[in-house]
Every structure is written in C-alpha cells, then in structure tokens.
C-alpha cells in the first residue's frame, strides 16, 4: 500500500471496482451508502452496473494486461490518485497482485502482492502452510502421471478439483468432480490432462457434506492481525455438493478462529478475506477447504451482522482509524435465485434435510442479496434475465429453436 500524503487526504477519496460478478454489487453498495464515490469496470454481465451507487462506468477488457493498462489510464485521466481499488473475483485479484507495483503507484490497494496473494490462490501452497500452522485439511494428493494415480494410497470417493483457477480451460475453471474409485479417478485424469496442465489436478479426500458441515471465517486483517471477524454456516449451496453459497447464516463463535488466525498470521496476511471449512463428522474436525483473498459471494450479509468488510478495507486502504469488530449471529442471507434452485435441487433428490415450510421461513427471515428498497434496479436486471433464460429453455423443449 502506499501511503497517503496531508494534500490527497484532504481529497474524497472514492472507490474503482472491478465488476464481473454480483459480489461486487455488495461492495458498491457498501462504499456508496457510506458517500464514497464509486466507479466500476463490468462485462456488461453483472447487475452491479444499475445500482444507483455507480457514478460511472467502463467496459472491462479481456486480457489481463489490457485491464491493468486501463486502470493505469483512468486513474492518470481523472486524477484518481489514491482512490482504492477493489477486485471482486480470484481472477480480479490476481491480475492486480501481478501488476501491483504499477497499480499501487495511483491506487490504494486492497488486496496483497502476488508474493502473500499465492499462498491462497494455489491450494497446494494453501495445504502446505496449513501443515506448518497444525490446520486440519483434506489430505490431498498432486499427481503429475499415471503412476502417481495408482500409487495413491487415500480414502474414496474422491475429488478432483483445479490448484488453482487462473487457467482458461474448461478444468481450471471448473469447481470439482466426484470419483468413487481408483479406475474412475484414472479416467478423469486421463480426460482433464488432454485440456490442462497436469500440474493443476488434485486429487483430494472428500468430506461427506450435509446439514451442519459447511462453515465460514470471515476477517479483516493487518500484518496478520484481526481487526474484524465474523463466523458463518453456509446452509444451502448450488449446487448442493459442490456449488456457490445460496442461504448463509451468521454464527456467533466456532472453534475455527485458532486455526485461521495462525494461517493469516504466518503470512502477515493485510486485507479481506473468507477461509472455507468443512466438518469432518467421522472425526469431529473442523478442516480447512479454500482461502479466498477478495469479497466473497455472501459478504452482503456481513454488513447486517455488524461487520461492513468493503468500508473497513476502504477505511484501512486509505490508512484510516479501523475499530476492533465481532459480526453477530442469527443473520440470515439469501441469493434469492439460486436459493430457489437450491431448493428445487433438495426436493427432486429426495433430500429430506428441510421442509418447504422452513425453506419459505428462512427466506422470510434472510437479507436478499438483489432485492434491497434503496437500489432496486439490480433485481429488475436480475429478474429479466431469469424470465429470459427461462424462456430460451421452455422455447428449446417445445421445439421452437430457430435454426
């Protein structure tokens, strides 16, 4: 980070946010109902771009470096100097973390050089560290041939999932896939090595999800310290087994914070973050799954909590005071849509985990990540493209697909 002169600070300094997804709607919406100016780069894909909070907006380019490069421009173009700069995605975060000395000499940034940021965006590097702090993990092997698949000597099913997520092919962007023995682990490995780098497969033993086994430590860090935290049980996920958050709650304590505090502390962690763990029931352990360095997809639900993680990493990017902050539980946060389809997936398994009654009452009772009275043209893109999808598939059933 660099740091703030008296004559910048007498500036408003505001926000650029890197908008590919709808997590970076919970980051606009955070600064801009502080009075931060906001100005975001989008896809033209992410409803962040109707939110009333946006001042202004620019196409995001492709290729990495064409992204750095107009960063670089709009920040020289507009005298944005000192204004922080969010990402809101691995890629996001990546790519500032590869140019992070030509993008810290204009912007303030909020997440770490690549040097700290690998630790987490390699889950090899992750598991490692995890080893030497005493973190309970997965045990996950890295197989770089055929040999290596039938000399793996770990507990099926299996999955098989990226290291990490900074290819383009269909492996490295995909989230992981389930093996049931050695002859169905070797077929994948077969078929994932023809479209990646072998050296990204992990092969990994699984945990058995279910209700009670999906948990979350949320914190706001400096050199390793904790300056905010918040636990939480992701209730409901899309899909089911290996999906995204669809229903979070907020927790009010886990015997997690141990373990993630040594892991942040190792590396003089500084900046947002979201550490994934499962609950291991054949052994009572909590274990550790993935790092995320960036705003995570239920990071909303944290300013209802009591914990407003895009103002206080704005706040410490801009070497302001940052107060000590414990996130309440009983929150409840929903990805209205994909809970829905969370939902739908429960009941055509026959999962029996929960009743449509108390689905509708923890919807009733959840935050909505869309829907919000204060900027609610989110949710008319949102809903559009549902209807539109929804169209494009009934049309694709009844046969009238145009040629």
């Not at 992204?67 to 173009?77: N, T």
């Not at 414990?326 to 009941?347: C, I, N, P």
């Not at 893109?381 to 145009?402: D, M, P, V, Y």
Request: proline share 4%.
């Amino acid at each position: 980070m660099i740091i703030l002169d008296e004559n910048r600070l007498e500036k408003k300094m505001g926000a650029v946010v890197l908008a590919s997804s709808y997590t970076a709607l919970a980051v606009v919406r955070s600064l801009g109902r502080q009075g931060i100016p906001v100005w975001i780069l989008d896809d033209k894909r992410s409803p962040t771009r109707f939110s009333r909070y946006v001042l202004r907006r620019f196409d995001l380019p492709v290729e990495e470096e064409n992204q750095a490069k107009l960063l670089l421009s709009i920040a020289e173009d507009n005298n944005l100097l000192g204004w922080s700069l969010f990402p809101d995605g691995d890629k996001g975060a990546s790519m500032i973390a590869r140019h992070y000395e030509k993008l810290s000499a204009c912007y303030q940034l909020t997440t770490p050089p690549w040097e700290t940021l690998q630790w987490a965006v390699d889950k090899k590097m992750t598991y490692q560290l995890a080893a030497e702090v005493g973190a309970a993990y997965p045990k996950a092997f890295y197989p770089e041939s055929i040999d290596d698949i039938q000399s793996i000597d770990g507990q099926f099913p299996m999955i098989v999932k990226p290291v990490h997520h900074q290819g383009h092919d269909a492996f490295s962007n995909g989230r992981a896939w389930q093996v049931e023995n050695h002859n169905e682990l070797t077929l994948l490995y077969n078929e994932m090595s023809q479209v990646a780098d072998p050296s990204v497969i992990l092969a990994q033993e699984m945990i058995l999800s279910g209700p009670g086994t999906q948990f979350s430590y949320a914190a706001l860090c400096k050199d390793g310290k904790v300056l905010a935290d918040l636990f939480a049980e992701r209730k409901r996920l899309t899909p089911a087994r290996f999906g995204v958050s669809a229903y979070v709650e907020s927790l009010e304590f886990l015997d997690i914070k141990n373990s993630a505090g040594k892991w942040l502390e190792r590396i003089r962690y500084t900046g947002m973050v979201e550490i994934e763990y499962m609950l291991d029931k054949r052994d009572g352990v909590y274990k550790l799954l993935d790092v995320n360095t960036r705003p995570w997809g239920w990071i909303a639900m944290c300013v209802y909590a009591g914990v407003d993680f895009p103002y206080l990493m704005w706040k410490l990017s801009q070497n302001k005071l940052v107060e000590e902050a414990h996130g309440r539980g009983g929150v409840g946060w929903s990805r209205t849509v994909y809970d829905l389809a969370a939902m739908f997936e429960l009941v055509w398994s026959g999962d029996r985990s929960i009743s449509l009654i108390n689905f509708i009452q923890s919807l009733l009772h959840a935050k909505h990540e869309m829907y919000v009275t204060d900027d609610l043209k989110p949710a008319f893109f949102e809903f559009s493209q549902l209807i539109s999808r929804a169209f494009r598939k009934l049309s694709k059933i009844l046969g009238f697909n145009q040629a």
